[in-house]
């Protein structure tokens, strides 16, 4: 059973449009984050939200955590082939702030 | 500043061979991080440590599976015997646990397993 499920898995548009990816689970979190990997590299954070309704902007990214702590979204405006990559979520969960799980990631791709 | 260092990158083994991968915490970091990284089941947690001590090995799939971290600077991950289905990217990450960014991980670049 995966505790944290992204959608989609994939997607693939042009650049210059918006787009919004999920993460969503039954399981309440203290704090989520949000990664992004390119090929042969490992991940690397871009955000940590940690209050509920929390909403957190970098450049053309916009991370909102729900209220409840279940679940997150990432929108991204305008774009840009360098924002090619996989996404992941991962979660903390509530009193194992030592332990982080992954969600599966949505991968990416914006043609020029 | 030397980020997360594994070695090596790439490995080519054949089936019922030994396999140890490599890591070094960035300095200062008290949290080791393991994990193996497939299509099929995304990035899974195997085994971290706090100072050393390993605190969860619960995603260590069987125990042809084995981790050591003999120093605050090295740790090892060992498959003994390795079969075709350990083929994955695995990665080593670190952390300061409980520091003012709160579980911020930093991933080395991973070593491609592939078993034949």
């Known amino acids: 059973t995966q505790l944290l499920e992204q959608s989609p898995q994939f997607l693939s548009i042009q650049e210059g449009e918006n787009l919004t990816v999920y993460c969503n689970s039954s399981?309440?979190?203290?704090?989520l984050q949000w990664y992004r990997q390119e090929p042969g590299e490992g991940p690397v954070l871009l955000v940590t939200?940690?209050?509920?309704?929390e909403v957190k902007k970098l450049k053309r990214l916009t991370f909102q955590f729900g209220d409840a702590r279940k679940d997150s979204s990432l929108h991204i405006t305008a774009a840009q082939p360098g924002d090619t990559g996989l996404y992941l979520c991962a979660g903390v969960e509530v009193y194992r702030d030592d332990k982080i799980i992954f969600g599966k990631g949505t991968r990416l791709h914006i043609l020029p | 500043d030397a980020g997360v260092i594994q070695s090596p990158r790439h490995e080519v083994t054949e089936m019922g061979q030994e396999v140890t991968l490599r890591c070094k915490p960035i300095s200062g970091h008290n949290s080791l991080f393991w994990y193996r990284q497939t299509m099929m089941r995304g990035l899974e947690l195997l085994i971290y440590f706090n100072n050393n001590v390993p605190i969860d090995d619960s995603g260590m799939p069987e125990d042809r599976f084995s981790a050591k971290m003999p120093n605050a600077s090295f740790s090892t991950l060992k498959i003994q015997p390795s079969e075709p289905r350990d083929s994955a990217v695995y990665f080593c990450a670190s952390s300061i646990a409980g520091g003012p960014v709160r579980n911020e991980q930093f991933f080395g670049p991973g070593t491609r397993l592939t078993v034949l």
């Open positions: 399981s309440v979190f203290s704090s």
């Open positions: 939200v940690v209050t509920g309704g």
